[in-house]
């Protein structure tokens, strides 16, 4: 049975994980929370699932990298300097970085990126999502994971198209950007809708998440396979296969 160790084991994610993981028969190596060492957990486990926050990656890495142990991140917020320090640690274990578990996601993306690819520059891209009153990062992980899957398919980056929310006199919108909208409100687990807006007809991309759940057992089976894994840096997308 694979052993996992939950990062951020207080939060909301850390607890959805810990009580689903007996459905895949798997076992925890048990669970740090804010200010904890994460050390003794890394060599532990065969694999860890960080749910923390930005702040802690950089001390969760390191403590994977001395145990050799493979981790799998789901914090959202990060800046470039954290995926940097994720770049670098792939060089020595597995590393899973995502914005979103959901398998259901993960395909999304994937249509995404194909419908962007195929789809002239006429068509505009604009994403919407919504979560919770609490959330504290926008856009949401996911948005900008499908914001990257979009620009991706037209062979660029969301760095050189993103518009991040519109206020006063924008102006016109220029041709290929692609726009992002965050709203928060009440108790909604995470709704992301990506319209491709062309002359005459619009085709939209939705994903609703009815239940928190679903990112627990989406990080779950992520983390089983993730366990054993070559040092590297991997995607949601190897895991469901697409």
Request: charged content about 20%.
């Amino acid at each position: 049975m694979t052993a996992i160790g939950i990062l951020g084991c207080a939060g909301r994610m850390g607890r959805s994980i810990a009580a689903a993981m007996a459905d895949y028969g798997a076992t925890s190596a048990g669970g740090i929370d804010a200010g904890d060492d994460p050390l003794p957990v890394a060599r532990a486990a065969d694999v860890l699932v960080d749910f923390t926050v930005p702040a802690a990656l950089a001390a969760n890495l390191a403590a994977a990298r001395t145990a050799g142990t493979p981790i799998l991140i789901g914090t959202t917020g990060l800046t470039k300097q954290h995926l940097d320090l994720v770049t670098d640690a792939a060089r020595e274990i597995a590393v899973l970085q995502t914005g979103n578990t959901s398998l259901g996601v993960t395909l999304l993306a994937k249509l995404v990126r194909q419908a962007a690819a195929q789809l002239g520059s006429d068509w505009d891209i604009e994403i919407v999502e919504m979560h919770h009153r609490a959330k504290v990062d926008a856009p949401s992980g996911t948005a900008l994971m499908l914001g990257e899957a979009a620009a991706g398919g037209r062979e660029t980056t969301l760095g050189d198209l993103g518009v991040i929310g519109r206020a006063g006199l924008s102006g016109d919108r220029a041709t290929g950007t692609i726009g992002l909208a965050s709203l928060r409100g009440g108790t909604v687990a995470g709704d992301h809708t990506v319209i491709f807006a062309g002359n005459g007809e619009r085709l939209e991309f939705t994903h609703r998440a009815e239940d928190r759940a679903i990112f627990a057992h989406g990080a779950i089976t992520a983390a089983l396979w993730l366990a054993g894994k070559p040092a590297g840096r991997y995607a949601m997308a190897e895991v469901l296969g697409v």
